[in-house]
């Protein structure tokens, strides 16, 4: 099965769009997510990534050509199986992706995975100037629900709340509030471990009942242990008048 990587849609105002650079030549094994090429317009300069894993099996476009919106740039296939044994970061992949993957765990009727989840800044108009994290609601360790919001940025025209993606830990902030950030730069980072779910008692949960003491630990202050003991001193005291 073929993979086609083509160009993004492209703003209405952009005039004219280029093949800047390909990163990628024919035959090539490509990871998933890894840079194929870049496209220039007036503005900015886009990256595109693989979105699957393949090799390389047609370059359509040569550097330097205009390109238009969702046009054709290249064609990615799966290996074969001789070529999976001689590329090892090929067969790597085949394998991981072989692997069975851990069942997710439920917290809360939501589905949650044991790995780091990165939050980061929201991608921002190409006409915002600066950006602060002008609030964080979280502090590291906290517990968050699904949907809450983790932190705010403040742009020169906008407030953007940025909420978890998950329930979860946070396990890292690498921002302090008030400072500068980018588009897509990382705040903080969360764990989904069913470990870290908090654990209330019900309100209508019975107290748990104290335990018995053992047989062989006897009851502190009971009333027969002094009684004995009086007595123990009682018999004492005639012993010593007897023999006297």
Known sequence: MSISALVPILPRETRHATLEAIYVSQGQWV????????????????????????????ILVNIGDAVEAEQLILTLRAPTEQELQDMPAAKADAEEKARPQPAPQIIHDIQCRPEVVEINVPILPESV????????????????????????????????????????????????????????????????????????????????????????????????????????????????????
């Open 31 to 58: 990871a998933r997510d890894e840079c194929l090429f870049d496209i220039e317009t007036d503005k900015v300069v886009l990256e595109i990534m693989a979105e699957q894993s393949g090799i390389i099996d047609e």
């Open 129 to 244: 100037q600066d950006a602060t994290i002008c609030q964080l609601n979280v502090v590291k360790g906290q517990w968050v629900e699904q949907d809450d919001v983790v932190f705010e940025v403040e742009t020169d025209k906008v407030i953007l709340e940025v909420i978890a993606p998950y329930s979860g830990v946070i396990y890292d902030i690498k921002i302090d509030q008030g400072e500068a950030v980018v588009a897509q730069q990382l705040v903080m980072t969360m764990k989904e471990r069913l470990s870290d779910a908090p654990n209330p008692m019900p309100a209508d949960s019975p107290e748990p009942k104290p335990s018995r003491p053992t047989s062989d630990e006897p009851p502190q202050g009971s009333p027969n242990v002094f009684y004995g003991l009086m007595i123990f001193v009682v018999l004492l005291i005639l012993a010593g008048m007897f023999f006297t």
